[in-house]
C-alpha cells in the first residue's frame, strides 16, 4: 500500500492510539506511518470480542454449576485460547483440557495454580479458593 492510502478511519477499537502500518513512499521505499484504524478491522475485532465474552459467559455458567473448573472462563476473561494458556503455562494441551476438570482441578497443587495465576494475573489465593469452592 502506498503512504497516503493507509487506512485512517476511526473504528474505536484502538482507543484514540494510533497504529504503527508499513506503507511505500514516493521512492518506493518501506516506512512507517500511524494509522488510526480500518473500519473492517475494528468490526472484525469487535466481533471477535464479543465471542469471547460469550464463551467466557458459557465457562462461568458452567463453573458455577459444577460442570468445569474456573480455569475456561478465565481463560476467556483474559482472551486466550487453550493453545495461548498451554504455552504460557508450559503444559501439554490435554493436561490443560484435564484441568477443566473439576474434579481434577480440585486436586492441582499450589506450584502449578501458582502458574495460572500469573497467566491470569489474579492472585493464588482466588485460585486456591476456588478450589475449595467447587461443589463435590
Not at 90 to 112: I, S
Amino acid at each position: 500500500m502506498k503512504l497516503d492510502e493507509v487506512p485512517q478511519d476511526d473504528g474505536g477499537t484502538h482507543a484514540g492510539h494510533h497504529k504503527l502500518l508499513y506503507a511505500v513512499d514516493e521512492q518506493g521505499r518501506y516506512c512507517g506511518a500511524p494509522s488510526q484504524g480500518w473500519e473492517a478491522e475494528a468490526f472484525c475485532t469487535r466481533l471477535a470480542v464479543q465471542e469471547l465474552e460469550e464463551q467466557a459467559a458459557a465457562a462461568l455458567a458452567d463453573w458455577r454449576a459444577g460442570r468445569r473448573s474456573p480455569l475456561p472462563w478465565l481463560m476467556y476473561r483474559s482472551r486466550l485460547d487453550e493453545a495461548a494458556l498451554a504455552q504460557i503455562v508450559g503444559l501439554w494441551r490435554w493436561r490443560l483440557r484435564r484441568h477443566f476438570r473439576p474434579a481434577v482441578y480440585r486436586r492441582l497443587p499450589a506450584k502449578l495454580l501458582a502458574r495460572y495465576a500469573e497467566a491470569f494475573g489474579v492472585e493464588l489465593d482466588a485460585l486456591i479458593r476456588y478450589q475449595q469452592e467447587l461443589p463435590a
